[in-house]
């Protein structure tokens, strides 16, 4: 693992795009895997973290106690499961609409904190990928965030396409970054963009990536025959 995070600290360090970011955060995407590997990743230096099942990431926080790593909702959120995340959360990537905001922003009015949030956009044509699909919805979402009290919407969040074609990985990326460029434009003030995962990250951070979710490249294959709770202690 250790080699594994070297090589991705290299690459990031050289690469060259008038886009790259000045500070890159690595989130490790930790699902279906095991204390024991964050654990190791931890030790390595990693302090920002990435689950998405709301149950898994109860779970773990419970046997990983370290203060300062900070958790981060990636997967698509569900309103009744949004009381088990906001506690925990230090940013969600995935609001796709007003309704998920309203349950975030009610849940972080209980729990006393401002709730850092990423809306998700899709810029791909796949059925399977989430997402807000275009700009006027995406503004209006952010218009409303700005009437509530107890959510902060700082960035943009998408996912590439599922094909080995650059081009249309890079393209996806672009678009993102455009999008927020556009809506900074107007006056909206987003700093984020989470996008590139561990096959495309290198192409992300050329297009303007401040966040990158890396997990496979760093834990390894999952093994999906296995629930999470069975790799829990692995």
Known sequence: ME??????????????SEKKQ????????????GINKIKEAYSLGIRNFG?????????????????DIN???IGTLQKNKV????????????????????????????????????????????DSKAGIENFDELKTILNYAQELSNV???????????TEDVDVIRQSFRKLYDIKAELNNLGYALTELSMGMSG????????????????????????YTKSW???LYE
């Open 3 to 16: 080699e594994k995070l070297q090589h991705i600290t290299s690459l990031i360090r050289n690469i060259k």
């Open 22 to 33: 000045e500070n890159i955060t690595i989130v490790a995407v930790s699902k279906n895997v």
């Open 51 to 67: 689950e998405s099942r709301a149950q898994e990431l109860v779970e773990k926080i419970k046997l990983i106690d370290y203060k």
């Open 83 to 126: 009381k088990y995340v906001v506690p925990i959360a230090y940013l969600i990537h995935s609001v796709d609409s007003i309704e998920l905001l309203e349950e975030i922003n009610k849940q972080a009015n209980k729990n006393n904190k401002i709730q850092n949030c990423l809306i998700e956009f899709k810029t791909s044509y796949e």
């Open 200 to 223: 495309d990250y290198g192409i992300a951070i050329e297009e303007g990536s401040t966040i990158v979710r890396i997990g496979t490249y760093i834990f390894g294959e999952r093994d």
């Open 229 to 231: 709770r069975e790799t």
């Open 152 to 162: 902060k919407i700082i960035g943009l969040m998408t996912i590439s396409p599922l």
């Open 71 to 73: 958790w981060h909702f």
